[in-house]
C-alpha cells in the first residue's frame, strides 16, 4: 500500500484486516462459542469468507420492546465463476436451502446464490457442506476479488466456452491465499498459533473495497460489463478468441446526500491479448490495492481513484508494473444485450431452457411451485445450471426430445412461459432490501411485483406493453440491482420513499439520472405517468424509453409534470 498514508487516518476496517493475521481473527472462536452473534471485528472478518451477520429488520421492534436481542441470522453466499455448476452442485444447494436456510434460493445479479436465514450454530455446517460440494465462499464478500461473472449462455465450439473457462482461471488466480478459510470452515478447527500465509497480491490489508470483474460479448453485454471495476469486451474472429478490450473503473454505488460519491461506467483502458489478461488485470488490482482510498471507505472504489488521479497516470502506473507499454483499446461497439430465456439451440445437438425467476427468489410460493419443479428436472434430467446476471436461470445440455416433458412440468407447477411475460416483468429486477439487508432504508423485493403490475397495466393502457423496458428498484443507494443503467429505477431514499432514475438503457452503455426525489411508493407510477405519455406521442421509430429520455435530457421533465 502507499507509504503517503497517515496510519492514524485509517478506517476501522483497515485495522481489522491487517490485525486478522491472514482472516484468522476470533472468527474461528466466535463461530463456535453459544452467542447468536459475532463480535464487530468477527463480523468484518466474516465477509471475507462469504458470509454477512443480519437480522430480521421485521422483528426488531418487538424484540426490543420487549428486551430481547435482534432476530441475528446470517446470510451465505456461494462464489460460481461465470454462474456454473453442475446438477450435483445444484441439488446439494437446494438441500442446504432447507437444511439450514429459510427455504429459498436467491440468484444474485453476479451469478451466485445466496442463502438466508441460517442462525450461527449453523454457519459451519452450511459452508463445510458447500466446500464438500466442491464450492466455495471465499472471497464471495469483503474486500477481494468477487465472483467473476460472464454471459452464460452455452454454444458448443465458440469462444463462450473459452471465455468461461477464463472466469475459473482467474478466480482461481485472485483468491485471497489463507489457510483461516481452511481451517475454520473445511477442518472446523478452532487453533490459537494461526498459520499466516503471505499472500502477494493483497499483502496484509487486502483492497481498499471490493474489486468486480466481468467479462462481455460486443453483441450481448447481458452482465452490463461496464459497472464492473475491470471489463473485458470480448474481440473474436469467428471461432477465434483474438483478445480483449479491456475497460476500468466501472461501480454503481453512491450515498444519498454525499455529492462526492457516484455511479460510473468504466472507461475505455487497453487492448490486451489472452496471454496477458491474468497480467494485467493482476496489475490494475495491484495500483488500486496501493493507490486507493483507505481513509474513507465510501470513496475507496477503483473509481475514485481514476477520476482523482486521471487516466494518463493510472495507466502509466500499470505500465510500469507490467514493465512495457499497453496496446490501444480498439472501435469495437457494445450494441446489445439478451436474457437468454426460453428454448435455444446449443449448436452441439442439445439444447438450453433459460427460465424467468421474479427478482431471483427461487421459491414454492402459492400456486407457483418453482423450487419444486426445478428439483425434479435437475434429478430428472441431470442438466447443468447455469445463473445469469439478470437472476435468472439456465438449464444447460439438455436433450431436444425433453423440451416438451420439460414445458409440461414448468406449466403443471404454475411456471410462466418467457413470451407470456410482459415486457416490463421481463427485464426487471430487485435487490432483496427488507427485512434481510442491513443497508435498506426502503422495501424492494417484497413491493416491487406490486408496483411492476401498476406498471402494467399502464403501459397496456397507453399501448406501449410490447415496448422492452427494463424497470428496476433497490432499497438503498449501493445499486445492487443495477439500477443506475436501467430505463426507469426506483431507489430507496427513506422509508416508502425513493428517488426515481430515468434514462439507462439495456445495452448498459449508459448511466439514468435522477428526475424526482423523496416519491412515495403510492405514488410512483403516478410519478411516471406522464413520462410514458410523452414518449408515446414524441418518440422516434424504434426509439426505447430510456433512449428517448436521454435524447430529451432532464430540464424538460418538469414541464412533463414531474415534481
Not at 405514488?523 to 411516471?528: F, K
Request: contains cysteine.
Amino acid at each position: 500500500m502507499s507509504t503517503t498514508i497517515d496510519e492514524a487516518a485509517l478506517s476501522s476496517a483497515e485495522r481489522i484486516k491487517k490485525e486478522s493475521l491472514g482472516l484468522h481473527g476470533p472468527l474461528a472462536e466466535e463461530v463456535g462459542n453459544d452467542a447468536t452473534h459475532l463480535s464487530e471485528e468477527a463480523k468484518q472478518i466474516l465477509k471475507f469468507h462469504g458470509s454477512y451477520q443480519q437480522e430480521d429488520r421485521d422483528q426488531r421492534r418487538e424484540r426490543k420492546k420487549a428486551g430481547l436481542e435482534p432476530a441475528y441470522q446470517y446470510m451465505v453466499r456461494s462464489k460460481l465463476p461465470g454462474g456454473t455448476m453442475t446438477a450435483e452442485q445444484y441439488l446439494a444447494q437446494d438441500d442446504l436451502a432447507s437444511r439450514y436456510g429459510d427455504g429459498t434460493l436467491r440468484v444474485t445479479t453476479r451469478q451466485g446464490f445466496q442463502f438466508y436465514g441460517i442462525v450461527k450454530s449453523d454457519l459451519r455446517g452450511t459452508i463445510h457442506a458447500l466446500n464438500e460440494a466442491l464450492i466455495t465462499t471465499l472471497g464471495a464478500c469483503g474486500d477481494v476479488v468477487r465472483n467473476i461473472i460472464t454471459c452464460s449462455a452455452p454454444a458448443s465450439g465458440t469462444v463462450r466456452q473459452e471465455i468461461s473457462e477464463w472466469t475459473k482461471r482467474l478466480t482461481a488466480e485472485f483468491l485471497p491465499r489463507t489457510r483461516a478459510y481452511h481451517e475454520i470452515w473445511v477442518e472446523g478447527q478452532q487453533v490459537t498459533a494461526h498459520e499466516v500465509v503471505d499472500d502477494p497480491l493483497y499483502k496484509d490489508r487486502y483492497l481498499p473495497r471490493k474489486f468486480k470483474i466481468g467479462f462481455a460479448f460486443p453483441d450481448d453485454n447481458c452482465t452490463d460489463v461496464f459497472s464492473n471495476d475491470f471489463g473485458l469486451v470480448v474481440i473474436a474472429d469467428g471461432d477465434r478468441l483474438i483478445g480483449f478490450n479491456a475497460l476500468v473503473g466501472g461501480g454503481l454505488g453512491k450515498t444519498h446526500g454525499k455529492e462526492d460519491t457516484y455511479p460510473r461506467l468504466a472507461s475505455p483502458f487497453a487492448f490486451v491479448t489472452p496471454d496477458e489478461v491474468v497480467e494485467v488485470a493482476r496489475a490494475v488490482i495491484a495500483v488500486q490495492r496501493d493507490h486507493g482510498n483507505r481513509e474513507n471507505r465510501k470513496r475507496a472504489r477503483l473509481k475514485y481513484l481514476l477520476d482523482e488521479r486521471g487516466m494518463d497516470w493510472f495507466r502509466g502506473e500499470v505500465e510500469a508494473i507490467l514493465g512495457r507499454k499497453l496496446a490501444p483499446y480498439r472501435p469495437v461497439e457494445v450494441t446489445e444485450a439478451h436474457d437468454h430465456l426460453g428454448w435455444h439451440d446449443q449448436g452441439d445437438g442439445r439444447w438450453f431452457r433459460g427460465i424467468w425467476i421474479q427478482n431471483g427468489r427461487i421459491q414454492d410460493h402459492g400456486d407457483l411451485r418453482l423450487r419444486t419443479v426445478l428439483r425434479r428436472i435437475v434429478e430428472r434430467y441431470r442438466p447443468d445450471v447455469y445463473l445469469t446476471t439478470q437472476q435468472n436461470l439456465l438449464l444447460v445440455n439438455l436433450s431436444p426430445e425433453h423440451r416438451e416433458e420439460i414445458d409440461a412440468l414448468l406449466l403443471e407447477h404454475g411456471v410462466t412461459p418467457p413470451e407470456e411475460l410482459s415486457q416490463a416483468r421481463r427485464h426487471s429486477m430487485a435487490c432483496p432490501a427488507l427485512p434481510t439487508c442491513p443497508l435498506a432504508v426502503a422495501e424492494s423485493e417484497r413491493i416491487f411485483p406490486e408496483v411492476v403490475g401498476e406498471m402494467e397495466e399502464l403501459l397496456a393502457e397507453l399501448g406501449l406493453a410490447d415496448e422492452t423496458i427494463a424497470i428496476r428498484m433497490t432499497g438503498c443507494p449501493n445499486g445492487c440491482a443495477r439500477p443506475y443503467t436501467a430505463d426507469l429505477a426506483f431507489i430507496g431514499r427513506s422509508l416508502n420513499k425513493y428517488v426515481v432514475y430515468v434514462g439507462g438503457n439495456l445495452e448498459g452503455t449508459r448511466l439514468a439520472q435522477p428526475i424526482a426525489d423523496l416519491v412515495p411508493l403510492t405514488d410512483l407510477v403516478s410519478t411516471v405517468r406522464p413520462l410514458f405519455e410523452r414518449y408515446k406521442d414524441e418518440r422516434e421509430p424504434g426509439e426505447s424509453f430510456g433512449d428517448f429520455w436521454s435524447r430529451v435530457g432532464a430540464e424538460p421533465l418538469q414541464a412533463a409534470g414531474v415534481r
